[in-house]
């Protein structure tokens, strides 16, 4: 029996790779299915199945496509209507993998055919259950995702995953392993650990959601209780699950051609297209084209784009750094943005070296903004996330988060320069580039975000521990 989890970072993603005498099934695949071909190939072994926990909502599975290259059959649980041959399997039903059981357990609750799988070993024994968005460390899906297509209340939604919890996860063994869809940071949930791995028995000890004394009243309010919005580009990937995508290799062919300067101008004006750059943001600060906006390779780029464009069938430009196009294009494709049109050839160097208009983000040290703040001399908006702002921030600084930047445009001053900022530079300079893009140009980052203005000695609020508030 061969367990490999692959994670992706960006996305705090786990999709599972399960092979046994030959067999292979993969668990919830990303979009791009090479890597899963690639391992089988190397076991000389065959993908048999490809289990999908639910309908995903925050990135685009790969199952379509790796049906069709391996010749595998894709397994939903009950009440799932995809609109592509797949097997519906009926609770507790068992599918074969080499040596090894997997047994459908029916967890509606998160969505209404979520499903777990649960693992037997050759003997027969749990050995480990796929538990999707049903069971996460330290949490359990959000059930408010799905409420529209179910034509249910998220209240009622908690309350099956209530049942779910207690009837089909909960009488398991101890030992019996979690391997969940998402970790730390994935919008899913509410409070995930960082941790990716565990064992049933230490989640009952501390997932909140699995005391043995909680009532069914008691869970739904704790798990219903201050969910934020979900990103807007949520239902576009649920869509794409559902009824199925285009072809990642027609994507990045198309999203990975190379662009002239005046082709690249060309091709903005007559699409609209969005052009995004990905490039580091200390580069982007130091110049970029106007209007662009900016979120970058190295930070959580692939939910932020999600967040922030929402509309899946935005056509999009691309300013990457060199080497990167497949990258880019293979990571926007993961949570559903397809249409990309390629990319500036040379980079926004073969921009300036055409006498191309570029724009700059002013940019302050730590140290120079501190003098200005101690005075009251600037504003300044923090685009932290709430929660981080609660926990501590700049005495005097507006919170202006940037999953929510649209709900405070009213709130920037039109004349005068003022401060934005974020924990580290990277959230600062998202938010930089779009209100530079509605024609506020009036702004000024500063560099190192709050960990740079503490460091420095800003007076800053009293810590509150963000698990409290």
Not at 178 to 199: I, L, R, W
Not at 269 to 295: C, W, Y
Request: glycine share 8%.
């Amino acid at each position: 029996m061969n367990i490999e989890q692959i994670y992706t970072g960006c996305l705090a993603q786990g999709a599972y790779y399960i092979e046994s005498d030959g067999e292979v099934a993969i668990v919830d695949p990303l979009r791009e299915v090479e890597p899963y071909l690639k391992r089988a190939k190397e076991d000389n072994a065959q993908i048999k199945y490809v289990f999908e926990t639910h309908f995903h909502a925050d990135f685009v599975s790969g199952h379509i496509t790796l049906a069709k290259e391996s010749g595998a059959s894709i397994v939903y649980g009950p009440t799932a209507k995809p609109s592509f041959d797949a097997i519906i399997a009926e609770d507790g039903q068992e599918f074969q993998v080499g040596k090894l059981t997997i047994a459908v357990l029916h967890t509606p609750g998160h969505t209404m055919e979520s499903t777990t799988y649960l693992l037997k070993d050759e003997k027969g024994r749990n050995h480990a259950i796929f538990s999707g968005d049903t069971l996460f460390l330290g949490d359990v899906g959000r059930p408010d995702l799905a409420q529209k297509a179910a034509h249910m209340t998220q209240e009622q939604l908690a309350g099956l995953l209530y049942d779910s919890l207690r009837e089909k996860i909960m009488p398991l063994a101890d030992e019996v392993i979690v391997y969940p869809a998402h970790g730390a940071g994935s919008a899913c949930g509410k409070n995930m650990m960082k941790e990716t791995v565990d064992t049933l028995g230490n989640q009952k000890k501390v997932n909140y959601a699995l005391r043995s004394d909680m009532t069914r009243e008691e869970f739904i309010e704790e798990v219903t209780e201050g969910l934020l919005p979900p990103p807007k580009y949520f239902p576009h990937n649920v869509k794409m699950n559902k009824e199925g995508y285009e072809d990642i290799d027609e994507v990045l062919e198309r999203g990975t051609k190379a662009l002239s300067p005046e082709a690249f101008e060309a091709t903005a004006n007559e699409t609209g297209a969005m052009v995004l750059d990905v490039r580091h943001q200390d580069e982007f600060i130091k110049g970029h084209i106007p209007r662009s906006i900016f979120i970058g390779l190295n930070g959580d780029f692939a939910p932020w784009v999600g967040a922030l464009i929402a509309d899946t069938a935005q056509p999009i430009l691309l300013i990457i750094p060199e080497g990167k196009e497949e990258e880019t294009v293979t990571r926007l494709s993961r949570v559903g943005f397809d249409k990309t049109l390629g990319y500036l050839d040379g980079g926004f160097e073969a921009w300036k070296k055409a006498g191309k208009e570029f724009d700059t983000i002013t940019s302050v040290s730590a140290d120079m903004a501190k003098k200005n703040l101690e005075n009251n001399e600037t504003p300044v908006f923090d685009v932290r996330k709430e929660s981080e702002y609660k926990s501590e921030h700049v005495l005097n600084a507006q919170n202006a988060p940037l999953d929510f930047l649209n709900d405070h445009m009213a709130e920037f001053p039109n004349e005068g320069t003022f401060y934005v900022h974020c924990a580290g530079g990277y959230r600062s300079v998202i938010a930089a580039s779009i209100l530079k893009s509605r024609g506020i140009h009036n702004l000024v980052d500063i560099a190192g975000g709050f960990g740079a203005l503490k460091k420095e000695g800003a007076e800053v609020t009293e810590y509150v521990c963000p698990t409290t508030l």
